[in-house]
């Protein structure tokens, strides 16, 4: 398989794998006394400042920022968060597409340390940029369920990526 198809199979692999980490962080927030039903929730309903946004609207905000050279409005915290947010996982996928596309037959616990790597790449990324702490500054129950979200990221995109390659073998 070319490097585009591989990149784009990894595209489509990571939707269901952004879904799924997105499901497991739900399931922890309805545990946790959240009463929002899934849609309103997965759209940050009722995101409307900065002060409240999580960390990809604030990635939004700041690189938007500092090519526009002038302030977003809190308007679109909601926009920006959800285009931020799945964006990444996209472009996540499309990265594990390149680094395992040349297998023929990618295996489903490959996802592990996927997710391991976005997670840690936050870790590192999000606080240069001012947007998280440095890791050291969270407690472990919060790491990890942030980690467990990312390796259920991972292995559901390294699931979906394993069944469309094997679909593309098997034609």
Known sequence: ?????????????????????????????RHDGGDADFGSWESSEGLVSWEDAPGPALVAKR??????????????????????HWGFGLAAGAGYGLLFGSLRRPKVWYGLPFGA?????GYVLL?????????????????????SAHLVFGTATAAAYSILTNLEVDR
């Open 63 to 84: 690189l938007l920022e500092g090519v526009l050279k002038h302030e977003i409005s809190p308007r679109y915290a909601r926009f920006l968060n959800n285009a931020t």
């Open 117 to 121: 790597a976005v997670w840690a790449s």
């Open 127 to 147: 606080p240069v940029l001012g947007v998280y702490k440095p890791i050291w500054k969270y407690d472990l129950e919060t790491l990890a369920k942030d980690l």
């Open 1 to 29: 398989m070319s490097a585009l198809g591989s990149t784009m199979r990894g595209v489509a692999a990571s939707a269901p794998g952004t879904l799924a980490m997105d499901a497991s962080l739900y399931r922890g927030y």
